[in-house]
């Protein structure tokens, strides 16, 4: 089994920055890629940004400029850096690491979710 164990969020003013962390454990033998999904009330949920194993990097438009994804591949973690928060950046922030075990299977893998609130 895999566990994605998120750190982070939490409520800002719009304008500002929060980091959010996710650390990935259990029976990992290669993590192919990772990434940040945010679902908003009343709304499905939403690529915003994701990183392969070899650093390629996916934004969703909408956070294009404002935030980063990086990750630490020997401890297996990812970080998303939000910087000039917007209103309507507001929404659970979800930990997403595809995943291929120790027994060779191969599937997506999710974190509990954390709370993201900008206020105008």
């Known amino acids: 089994q895999v566990q994605l164990v998120e750190s982070g969020g939490g409520l800002v003013q719009a304008g500002g920055a929060l980091r959010l962390s996710c650390a990935a454990s259990?029976?990992?033998?290669?993590?192919?890629?990772m990434g940040w999904y945010r679902q908003a009330p009343g709304k499905q949920r939403e690529l915003v940004a994701a990183?392969?194993?070899?650093?390629?990097?996916n934004y969703a438009d909408s956070v294009k400029g404002r935030f980063t994804i990086s990750r630490d591949n020997a401890k297996n973690t990812v970080s998303l850096q939000m910087n000039s928060l917007k209103p309507e950046d507001t929404a659970v922030y979800y930990c997403?690491?595809?995943?291929?075990?120790?027994?060779?299977?191969?599937?997506?893998?999710w974190g509990q979710g954390t709370q993201v609130t900008v206020s105008s």
């Open positions: 259990g029976s990992i033998f290669r993590i192919n890629a």
């Open positions: 990183i392969i194993s070899g650093g390629n990097t």
């Open positions: 997403n690491a595809s995943v291929t075990t120790t027994l060779m299977s191969t599937r997506d893998y």
